[in-house]
Structures are given as C-alpha cells and as structure tokens.
C-alpha cells in the first residue's frame, strides 16, 4: 500500500512540476496518454531513486561530506535526466529541456512530493 501512495505522490508532484518548470513538458496527444505517461513516469523515477541514488550516495559519500550536501541538487538534477533519458527510450512523451530544467525540477519535485507527503503519509503509525 505505501508504495502506491508514494507513486501516487510522486506522480502528482511530477505533474506540477511540469507546469512550474519552463523545460519540462509532457507532450502527448491525448489526456488519456498524458495521466499514463505521468504514472509511468513517476515510476521510472521511483525506481531511479530507490535503486541507484543509493549507490551515487555511498560511491559519492566523501563528496556529500565535503560539500555539505550541496552536491545532492546536481545528483538529483543528473538522476532526473536519467529519468529523461530512460522514458525516451520507452518512448514516452516526457521531455526535459537540459541540466537547468532538471536541477529546478528536481528540486520543485522534492519539495511538492515532501509537502504532500506531510497531508499524506505513505504509512500508517504502528504498521510498516
């Protein structure tokens, strides 16, 4: 149950970004092909997050030390064009316009799916 509140999450979260971040777009033909490639899309995104970025951040720890964690926005940034270059290969119309786009989205994405996510827990308190 908590991972679909969390792809939910996410998946709202990628919609506003789509519409406060200039370079980001979904661009289907149709509302229906645009909610399917959101949904997919911010699956895509959980599974980059849940699989790789722990690995950047355990290959990368001394950096994260080093910078105080500031380097956490250009590895979102960059997970995000992955993200990008994954869906394009799916071929889903997702698309994002270069680094800057993404480091805006990234950072927009985390703070809506974190907002969100204070109104809706992903779990129930005493069951995990």
């Known amino acids: ?5 969390r792809w939910l999450i996410n998946a709202v979260a990628l919609w506003v970004t789509t519409k406060v971040v200039s370079g980001i777009d979904i661009s289907g ?3 229906a092909k ?4 959101l949904f997919l899309v911010a699956l895509i995104f959980g599974l980059v997050n849940a699989i790789i970025k722990p690995i950047v951040k355990l290959v990368g720890c001394i ?3 080093l910078t105080l ?3 956490s926005f250009f590895v979102n940034a960059l997970l ?6 994954i869906a394009d290969l ?5 698309h994002i316009d270069g680094f800057w786009p993404a480091f805006w989205g990234a950072i927009v994405m985390g703070l809506v799916s974190w907002a969100i996510s ?3 827990p992903d779990r129930v308190e005493g069951k995990q």
């Open 80 to 85: 995000f064009l992955l993200v990008d270059w």
């Open 90 to 94: 799916i071929d889903l119309p997702f």
């Open 29 to 31: 033909s149709t509302t």
């Open 34 to 37: 645009n909610l399917l490639t």
């Open 63 to 65: 950096f994260y030390l």
């Open 69 to 71: 964690g500031l380097i």
């Open 118 to 120: 204070l109104v809706i």
């Open 1 to 5: 149950m908590g991972f679909l509140v």
